[in-house]
């Protein structure tokens, strides 16, 4: 287990948002960086912006619960609260974007956002050269595309499996259409993996597609059932890590 859970924002996001935003320009970094990503990816890019000086700017919709919103202010982000949808959230970043002169940071289908999720197929190799197959967690692509590029440059026959629930997986059903395609979005355990991998996706669709072995897709009853046993048989529980000192863990094994 590469436990990504123990990152500081309890998800592996603060890769590659840290890596896009130290490779912008000095004037980029000046005027600053907006996502409308309500989730790991929004508060990776606050948490990121906090530590390299950059201002940030989250925009989302009057839907976010305020725990959401209260957790990426706490992370030094100016949070935008506009309209009652996604959507008028991400016209509002846009607008950012083309007015101000923000940088638009997007969740997964971005070069360097996924070279920086690859470093984690870097470090795996560092402490397993013998690893043979590696099972990921898929939603957008950026995670499996940057460690399937990172890997297999080192050994070719290193397998990636991507693994994502049965309800609304979005790249599992574009693969199978042979382009990007929207499914409808559907409650999951695996709340990490909603989302669509979007319909003028450049990057993630055709590296997934080249880079991913197999994909598997698991029901809600198989989410649950092992979440349950990831507490009860390796005590490990995402919810309670904050409580616990990651320090101490890793000196205890
Ligand atoms: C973002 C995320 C994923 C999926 O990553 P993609 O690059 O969108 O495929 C998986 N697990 C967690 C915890 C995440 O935050």
């Given amino acids: 287990m590469k ?73 030094g982000a ?15 970043a846009l607008r950012l974007v083309e007015e101000e002169g ?10 360097d956002i996924i070279a920086g999720q690859g470093t984690i197929g870097l470090e795996i190799l560092h402490d397993l050269p013998d690893a043979d197959i590696i099972f990921g967690g898929l939603s957008g692509g950026g995670l499996l595309a940057g460690i399937g590029v ?13 693994v994502t629930m049965e309800n609304g997986a979005a790249m599992m059903a574009s693969l199978d259409a042979g382009k990007p395609v929207q499914v409808p979005e559907a409650e999951s355990y695996a709340d990490s993996l909603g989302g669509g991998i979007g319909l003028d996706n450049a990057y993630t669709f055709e590296m997934i597609g080249r880079l991913m072995d197999k994909g598997f897709l698991v029901d809600e009853k198989h989410i649950a059932t092992e979440m349950a046993g990831f507490i009860e048989n390796e005590k490990w529980c995402s919810k309670a890590l904050p409580l616990l000192d990651p320090q101490r863990l890793s000196n205890t094994g």
């Avoid at 990172?150 to 991507?162: H, S, T, W």
Wanted: glycine share 10%; net charge neutral; proline share 5%.
């Fill in 102 to 111: 923000l940088s638009y940071l997007p969740p997964f289908d971005h070069p």
């Fill in 150 to 162: 990172a890997m297999k440059a080192v050994n070719p026959d290193i397998l990636i499996y991507g």
């Fill in 3 to 75: 436990l990504e859970t123990l990152q500081p924002i309890g998800a592996f996001k603060i890769r590659g948002a840290t890596y896009a935003m130290s490779k912008l320009s000095e004037s980029q970094k000046a005027n600053g960086v907006v996502t409308c990503s309500t989730g790991n990816h929004g508060r990776g890019v606050a948490y990121a912006g906090n530590r390299l000086g950059i201002r940030t700017t989250v925009c989302m919709s009057e839907l976010v619960p305020e725990n959401k919103v209260a957790a990426i202010r706490e992370l």
């Fill in 78 to 92: 100016d949070v935008r609260i506009i309209g009652i949808s996604q959507d008028e959230a991400e016209i509002e």
